[in-house]
C-alpha cells in the first residue's frame, strides 16, 4: 500500500485505509501470482472477479458477490449532436443493485467480512448506500448508513429500507455525513467503513477499465465519467494504468470528469488553473449522486486526470435532464440525472470541438434511472384519459394519423 501524498509504503492491511503518517490517500499495489492475460480471463465467467490475478482477494477467501460487472457496453448511434464521434454507452445501471458501487462492495465488503468486523458504516447520497447494504445483507453483516436528511433520492432510499440497513439521517450534506461516519470509526473499531477513501473499495471499480477494453477490442481515445466524490474516476484510470503496466493494452485513454455546475468543486478549480478544488460548502444539483461539495478522493482525481491529459467540465441543471431524456427517448437508456451528466458533458466538448470527429468515447452510466423516479416523472410525457375502450381505440387510432 502507498500513500499518494507522502510516498510511504506499508505492508497491506484491511484496516489500513489512511495513511498512519500524514493522513493521505493510500492506494493498493496488487502484485498478481499469476500474469495476468485476455486469453485466461476470457474462460472465466463474466463480472468483476473474472480479474482474479489483478484484484485483492486473499487466498482461501470466498468473495462476497452478488454477480455484479460485464455491464453492457452500448453503441449509442441516434443521438445526432455528436456529428461523427463514435460514442459507447457502459451502462452500470445494470448491476445488481442498479449502479457501479456494486464493482466496489464486493471487494470492500469481502475484505470487511475477512477482517472480522462487526458491522459495515456509510456516508451516502443514495447509491453507495443501497449497494453496502445489500452486500453487508449477503455477508450476513450489520450495515448502518448516514445520509442527509431528505437530499436522498427515493428509490435509493427504499432500497435501503428493504435491505435492512440502519438508517441515520443527518440534517446538513453529504460532507457532514462523512465526518460523522470517520469519527464513528474513530471511536469504535468494530466498524468497517465503505466510503471511496478505502481503498480496497476503488480496486473494484477499476475493473470498469478492464471490461471497456475487453468488450471494445481495444482502448477509447476518451473516458468520460461523473464525478461527486471522485473516487470512480481515479478507479477507472488506475485500472488503464495496470493493463498498460501488463502489456494488455499500448496507449491510454484522456479521462473526463464532468461535474454538476451546482456542485463543482473540481471543474471550478481546473477553469481557474488551481491545483486544489474550490470547495462547495452548500453543493445544490438535481444529480443527487454527485451532490459533494468536498470531495475526499480528489487529490487522486486530480492525478488521474492531469496523468491522462484529460480535463474537468461542469454542466448545468438543464443540460443534464436534457441528457437524460436524449438517452432514453434516443437510445432506450434510463439513467438517473448524474449518469446523464457524462453525456452532457461529451455534447459539450463536442460542440467546442474538444473532442473531434472519427474519435472514439466511451460514456459511464453510473446508476439506472429508477434510483431517482422523480426525475423520470419530470420528464413529461403525452398523458391521455379515455373514459371507456372505445374511446380508447378511437384516441389510439387518431394518434397514429397524426
Known sequence: MRCIQCGRTYDPHPRLLLCPMCQGLLEVEVEPYEYPSWSKWALRSPGVWRYLELLPLPRGVEPVSLGEGWTPLTRITNIGDLHGVNVYAKNEGVNPTGSFKDRGMTVAVTVAKASGAHAVIVASTGNTASS?????????????????????????????????????????????????????????????????FNPWRLEGQKTIAFEIVEQLGGVPDWVVVPVGNAGNISAIWKGFLELKRYGLINKLPRMVGVQARGASPLASAWRRGLSEPV?????????????????????????????????????????????????????????EPASAASLAGLLKLRKDRIIEKGEKAVIVLTGHGLKDPDSMMAAGATRLIARNPGEAVRIVTSLLTR
Open 132 to 196: 453496502a447494504a445489500a452486500y453487508a445483507a449477503k455477508a450476513s453483516m450489520r450495515a448502518i448508513i448516514v445520509v442527509p436528511r431528505g437530499k436522498i433520492a427515493l428509490g435509493k432510499l427504499a432500497q435501503s429500507i428493504l435491505y435492512g440497513a440502519v438508517i441515520v439521517e443527518i440534517e446538513g450534506s453529504f460532507d457532514q455525513a462523512l465526518e460523522a461516519v470517520l469519527e464513528a470509526v474513530r471511536q469504535d473499531p468494530r466498524l468497517y467503513p465503505l466510503n471511496s
Open 279 to 335: 470547495f462547495f460548502d452548500h453543493p445544490e444539483t438535481v444529480a443527487t449522486a454527485i451532490r459533494i461539495g468536498r470531495p475526499i478522493n480528489w487529490p487522486k482525481a486530480m492525478r488521474a486526470v492531469r496523468e491522462s491529459k484529460g480535463l474537468f467540465i461542469d454542466v448545468d441543471d438543464d443540460e443534464i435532464l436534457s441528457a437524460q431524456r436524449l438517452l432514453a427517448r434516443h437510445e432506450g437508456l434510463a439513467v
